[in-house]
């Protein structure tokens, strides 16, 4: 009988933690329970140093991406190698997500989330049941196979900001919870393991390398991946169905039962906003900024083109209205904006209205960008404020020769007056 152990996600963070730790299991008089290890991730490298550093003799490295079905199907084929082979133990730890708006995230990577989630892990059980079950089991249920899914606290509550992660893994819960009951009369316990933030290389690459290290509340509550290894694979062996690990998640866990969910989103985005909210600028600010950049761009627009808006493709043009709003203004920020090639602007295009929101004075520059309303007439402010301020003149070249109402404030108490 060949008894094996699978550990997907195996090359770092949870999965290496749980491989580790299954390899100082011992059985009766200290026998190893796994004759096989078979770890499964994509990066080669690091399969192979955790084998060598362990246990050269048991650990079988795969590296493959289970998001693939040929690579999928090259562990079914192993399994079929022998017909004396039994599964043990699944650690299904293979996971990925990546924070922000829906909207700002390719079709791609939604699909991707879902696939390594939920799909890879439902399939590679199903695989893997046939050499588990045992008709009419004699032993008792602490000594039969064992099934542990990673999820999340995630699945908990739906995230604004991480939408796509939280919904796999409240499919993880699902699943796993239904398919526990289904496998009770084979003696075969099936584990929910739903931590919070652990430390671990998934914060790097959920925010794209942008954030290595958790913070706000999410730093106090950081988990150790070894620690939580350890306590997974023990409530295993004692049957639990479902293990929500550390206070603070059981606590979310019990207020999310409790809680109307909506309120708790709520709350949650108030605490840490989905979307990025821009610093507050006072009146004046606000005016100011509008004004200045409306008149600039009318103003050179009109000098060189004789219309009286930005041409939506017209990239240099908007490119020299932003490095002059960037330099001359008195609340511009520290950083110019970058200015998208007309080639990226889409077949719509982009107003005039849209310049003038990036030649904004806060230094945030939103993620989807919303046409920036001005109401009142800038013309008229223009004329009468242009006998008093740097008058314009045609440029020469395709950039304006000047500022264009530097300093000038009358534009803005207008506004504010109005």
Known sequence: MRNVAIITGASSGIGEAFVREI?????VYGSVPFQEIWIIARREERLNKLRDELDPARIIPFPIDLAEPSQMQLVEDKLAEDENTRVGLIVNCAGMGKRGLVEDK??????????????????LTRICLPYMITPNPVFPRRDGPRIINIASSAAFLPQPGFAAYAASKAYVVSFSRALDIELMPYKICVTTVCPGPVNTEFQTQATDGRQAEF?????AVVADPVKLAVKSLKASRRGRHLFVYGFSQKALHVASKIIPTYWLMRISNAISPARPVAPRQSAYESAYAAAYAEAYASAYASATTGNTDVSANDSSSASAILAASSTTSAFASSAAPTVEPAATLGSAGKSSQYYMMQAATTPYVPE????????????????????????????TSSEPSGPLLAGDSEAARKILGS
């Open 23 to 27: 390899v100082k299991e011992r059985g």
């Open 106 to 123: 390719s079709a791609q990577v939604i699909e991707d989330t879902v696939d390594v989630n939920c799909t890879c892990l439902s399939k």
């Open 215 to 219: 913070t706000g509340f999410r730093a």
């Open 368 to 395: 989807v960008n919303q046409p920036v309303a001005v109401t009142t007439d800038i013309s008229s402010i223009y004329s009468e404020t242009a006998s008093e301020s740097a008058s314009v003149s045609a440029p």
